[in-house]
């Protein structure tokens, strides 16, 4: 009784031989039985049974309600012969309009039971135009037939069996025997609906028990840092990605033209994109993907076991199913959003051709509404779509992938929707994309960071948390990612954090000395805050929050050698994420006071806002003459003398035996680790120190993080407290 899979190919094969086999068989047929609403072919021609039952079924479908087949729009049956993928087990097979049967069934029932099961799928197919689940329609084709009459069904289904069937469900597969027989006794317990298009609420309950909804989900991570910045929806269920995987497969190609493969990407052309597996490196596709646990897909493959496999095997690097109708590769949206990043960045040129989809003829999102793709010209986005369809061809969930900008991707976007095509999720990702197209932007992107700038490069190490990739860019700079996003740093330099995680890119620069972490600005504002005002609360820690972002974004201009600002004082306290911190739910810079800093800059002329602890505290500290000597590698210090300039800016002056210096207080301040720029400078000869005072703790220009603590206590909010420090 088993439908199975009975492809389109196969149908189109047995009409041909049935062809080339005489015309005057096929015109046969057609001369007896023409007006027939069923017509028979070959040995089935002369069959009484066939003949008398098929008309008998379909009069009995018509008297439930179900459109079934005419005089005019018959369905056809022909002889089914073993072979390819209609082998022994399977009794009968249909494809809209065709039936094919076996005359000599195995088992105790006869053909015409197996007819009247293939024409409830072609009156199922008229009347219910695919409504249907495939698991729901093959369960009224099990009823209709008959053979359960026949049949001692032996207890209902074990609960594994039920879980088998439940996946073949929720994946929109074909049945096998296992789920076929599980789905049997189910029917035979429960009975099924009799009118056209229902489902038993019973069964459905059963088959349908774990499988989750996901509506319209969707996820926002930096490309940079694979940090979470927005999410909605279902997060946690896996999913088949469908073309997506093509993502993945290209990354994954050793050689390819990047022109080319942007348009096959584009245009998801399978056959051209599977001309290239001989270039194909299972190797990298593991690495990149390895962040999904457990995918079968992923697993180690010889390199002369790959070279045996067949069309089919290939095609499941790009979406599609295995034999079995399974897919060997699923994830969740937040699994797949990290899996396409690291393709992403691991051949970054080989994607910007997918910019064009939806404006170039033949790219997926080309036929879609104009006033959806908008948002895509304008955010200079790069797309991927990827549809995943059950067996019969109705999709069950679409995907859209949106990166942007395509000149430096910085951000990255996966959208999913239940029971739509990848394509059509356009329509409702592009509200989502307007709403993000003026917080998430390049100028908004991201902060380069250059780490452990006080400690000798020989005094820390970086070690992998997950798999990572690294690759050189122009200039002799490398840059290294991982498949998760973060790295770990151990350290032996003395006051320096053992153990850090930082989450971003890493660069190095040829000489091997300065590494720079490019991350995203809510990950660098999570960690400045952590050490410079851990305990802040409320409208004070938005207001230092924003200033942060702020200098971070606007700080590649600090140390113009390496186009990134310093971990140190001397910028702002970046000593990245505690290993043993268990990460805390994300909290965003609100977008008007970043607006409002943009325009407190550009009155007061400022590139950097300064903050500080502040407070109202004195110090001081006494500093040994040598200690002094040796802090700022000098052999000999004769005076201190610190100044005042009429910008406000304070600077102090080493005098030397022979010549004078100049350098910013701050500059000073860092190399002796005092609180703050000091306000008196004085020595003590007799006793061969240095002694310095001050009060509270920083530069004492700008926002004072104890300030903002006393405003916001007496109800100013964070706008009114950045005006205040920065007006």
């Excluded at 049949?151 to 039920?162: A, D, L, V, Y």
């Excluded at 990166?403 to 509200?431: C, H, K, M, T, Y």
């Excluded at 498949?483 to 032996?492: A, D, E, V």
């Excluded at 530069?699 to 205040?724: C, F």
Aim: net charge neutral; aromatic share 6%; charged share 25%.
């Amino acid at each position: 009784m088993q439908r199975g899979r009975v492809l389109r190919r196969w149908f189109a094969g047995i009409i041909g031989r049935i062809r080339n086999a005489g015309g005057g068989l096929f015109g046969k047929a057609l001369l007896l039985e023409a007006g027939a609403a069923i017509i028979f072919f070959g040995s089935l021609s002369t069959h009484q049974e066939l003949a008398r039952h098929g008309p008998l079924a379909l009069s009995e479908l018509r008297s439930l309600g179900y459109q079934t087949p005419t005089g005019s729009d018959p369905v056809r049956v022909y002889p089914a012969k073993t072979g390819t993928s209609f082998t022994s087990a399977h009794a009968g097979g249909w494809h809209p309009g065709v039936i094919s049967l076996r005359e000599d069934p195995t088992g105790s029932s006869g053909p015409e039971i197996y007819l009247r099961h293939e024409l409830m799928h072609e009156v199922s197919s008229r009347t219910c135009a695919g409504k249907l689940p495939l698991w729901a329609e093959e369960a009224a084709a099990i009823a209709f037939s008959g053979k359960l009459k026949g049949q001692s069904i032996t207890g209902p289904p074990t609960e594994s069996e039920i879980d088998h069937l439940r996946e073949k469900a929720r994946v929109g597969a074909g049945l096998d025997a296992a789920s076929y027989s599980a789905l049997s006794k189910l029917v035979s317990a429960s009975g099924w609906p009799s009118e056209p298009c229902a489902v038993s609420k019973e069964i459905e309950r059963l088959v349908s028990a774990n499988t989750a909804d996901p509506g319209f989900s969707y996820i926002l991570i930096s490309l940079l840092s694979g940090q979470l910045l927005d999410a909605k929806g279902d997060l946690k269920t896996r999913h088949p990605p469908g073309s997506l995987l093509k993502i993945p497969y290209v990354a994954s190609l050793q050689e390819a033209s990047n022109e080319a493969v942007g348009e096959e990407l584009s245009a998801s052309d399978t056959t051209r994109l599977l001309n290239r597996k001989s270039s194909f490196s299972s190797d990298q596709f593991r690495l990149l993907s390895s962040i999904v646990k457990d995918a079968p897909l992923a697993r180690n493959i010889a390199p002369q076991e790959v070279a045996d496999k067949n069309e089919h095997f290939w095609r499941q690097y790009l979406g599609e199913r295995d034999r079995e109708g399974n897919f060997p590769f699923e994830a969740n949206l937040q699994e797949l959003a990290l899996v396409l990043r690291a393709s992403l960045l691991f051949q970054p040129a080989r994607f910007r051709g997918l910019s064009g989809n939806g404006f170039t003829p033949g790219s997926t999102l080309y036929n879609e509404p104009e006033h959806n793709k908008a948002i895509l010209k304008s955010l200079h986005a790069m797309c991927k779509t990827g549809t995943v369809s059950d067996e019969r061809g109705n999709p069950l969930v679409g995907h859209l992938m949106v990166a942007w900008p395509q000149e430096d991707p910085l951000f990255l976007a996966v959208f999913r929707s239940s029971g739509s095509n990848g394509a059509s999720s356009i329509r409702r990702a592009s509200e989502v994309l307007q709403g993000w197209s003026s917080r998430y932007t390049p100028a908004y992107g991201q902060v380069p960071v250059r780490l452990l700038s006080l400690t000798p490069r020989s005094s820390w190490e970086i070690q992998d948390e997950c798999p990572s990739v690294e690759r050189e860019e122009a200039g002799g700079r490398r840059v290294r990612f991982s498949t998760c996003g973060r790295f770990k740093i151990i350290s032996s330099a003395r006051g320096s954090r053992t153990e850090r995680i930082v989450s971003g890119l890493l660069q190095s620069f040829p000489d091997g000395n300065a590494v720079i972490l490019r991350t995203d600005p809510e990950t660098y504002a999570d960690a400045v805050l952590s050490s410079e005002a851990q305990d802040l609360q409320g409208e004070a820690r938005k207001a230092l929050r924003a200033a942060i972002v702020w200098n971070g974004v606007h700080g590649s201009r600090r140390h113009p050698e390496t186009m990134s600002l310093c971990d140190s004082t001397h910028c702002m306290v970046f000593q990245g994420q505690a290993s043993d911190k268990a990460e805390k739910p994300r909290i965003k810079t609100e977008l008007p006071l970043l607006e409002l800093l943009d325009g407190l800059a550009r009155q007061k002329k400022l590139d950097w806002l300064p903050f500080s602890e502040g407070g109202v505290e004195r110090w001081e500290r006494q500093i040994p003459s040598g200690e002094l000597k040796r802090l700022v590698d000098e052999p000999s210090v004769l005076d201190l003398r610190r100044e005042r300039t009429r910008n406000g800016e304070i600077a102090v002056h080493l005098m030397y035996p022979e010549s004078e210096e100049r350098i910013p207080c701050e500059v000073f301040r860092a190399k002796l680790k005092l609180p703050s720029c000091p306000e008196s400078i004085q020595s003590d000869t007799a006793n061969s120190t240095w002694i310095f005072q001050g009060i509270g703790k920083g530069h004492g220009q700008g926002l004072s993080v104890e300030k903002a603590r006393t405003l916001a206590k007496s109800g100013y909010s964070a706008s009114a407290i950045l005006k205040d420090a920065y007006k």
